[in-house]
């Protein structure tokens, strides 16, 4: 029997020290094919070297993780102004309300940016492109992401949040809210002739007291080959605490991918990451 290959990718390279480094020790154990590169803090350019200079028993990608939301320092501009200048939380751009003071021109600068940051750190365009916090799904940014990804970087992928399996009526609430606001991105991306990864999971509660290995294997089911898995592996430090919430869990998914569970649950599944 062929075994499937996915992508198993994990978000938010460069956010800090200790997510990067969690990331290149699980590449280096060939636990990761894919991770998506944050462009909008300082230390890019190192933290691409170590990447660069990181060796994995199986191929992986690099791709860039575009980034308009979490209250961070825009590198040129944001596409919905706030009062102290930073990215809004991703509800503000779910907000009816806000739609009219959000810049096409400022998402498509800022996503250009970020873009020619990675150009510059990696000295080439990325593989595959997505967003942090999903905000290339957000109804109004995907044209502005789309259209750019399509202009910058042709031959790249973008992630779409498809699940492998039915959602609406079950599982995680937050893979269906994600299925939901899905609807219609595969066939935008299509009609830039955007490739994209054939199914999404990865998605759950970040406070939920679930076993990670039990969550992992829940995304493994129906996962097709050219499927995605999402992660987000790392390890506490204080640029972390400052930058964002989600902290222990990241311990806890650094922990089972570097474990034999990862590729006991893989075997089962019929799945590869090489």
């Known amino acids: 029997m062929s075994l499937r ?3 198993l990718c994990a978000d938010d390279y460069a956010l800090a020290p200790g997510v990067s480094r969690s990331i290149r020790e699980l590449i280096a154990l060939g636990r990761l094919n894919a991770t998506s590169v944050m462009t909008v803090f300082p230390g890019l350019r190192e933290e691409a070297a170590k990447l660069g200079e990181t060796t994995s028993p199986i191929r992986f990608e690099t791709g860039l993780h575009v980034t308009l939301t979490g209250g961070f320092k825009p590198l040129v501009a944001s596409p919905l102004k706030t009062d102290d200048g930073k990215f809004p939380s991703v509800t503000g751009y779910l907000n ?3 739609w009219g003071r959000i810049s096409r021109t400022a998402a498509v ?3 250009k940016a970020q873009f020619n940051a ?9 593989d595959f492109v997505d967003g942090h916090q999903h905000v290339q799904l957000q109804p109004v940014l995907r ?4 259209d750019t990804v399509a202009r910058m970087a042709p031959r790249a992928w973008v992630r779409q949040c498809s699940p492998a399996t039915p959602v609406l009526f079950s599982g995680e609430p937050k893979a269906r809210f994600l299925a939901l606001l899905n609807a219609g991105f595969p066939a935008q991306a299509r009609a830039r002739a955007l490739a994209t990864n ?9 406070a939920s007291t679930k076993n990670y290995a039990d969550l992992f294997a829940s995304f493994l089911k129906g996962m097709p080959s050219g499927g995605l898995i999402m992660c987000h592996p790392g390890f506490v430090d204080d640029e972390l605490r400052a930058r964002d919430p989600l902290q222990e869990q990241r311990e806890a998914e650094h922990k089972f991918f570097a474990s034999d569970n ?5 075997a089962q599944a019929g799945v590869t990451l090489g």
């Open 5 to 7: 290959r996915i992508v």
């Open 96 to 98: 009816p309300l806000n």
């Open 109 to 111: 600068e800022e996503i």
């Open 118 to 126: 990675f150009r510059t750190a990696f000295g080439r365009t990325p």
């Open 262 to 266: 990862l590729p006991r649950l893989l």
């Open 143 to 146: 044209g502005a992401f789309l």
């Open 198 to 206: 054939r199914a999404f999971a990865g998605a759950y509660d970040f």
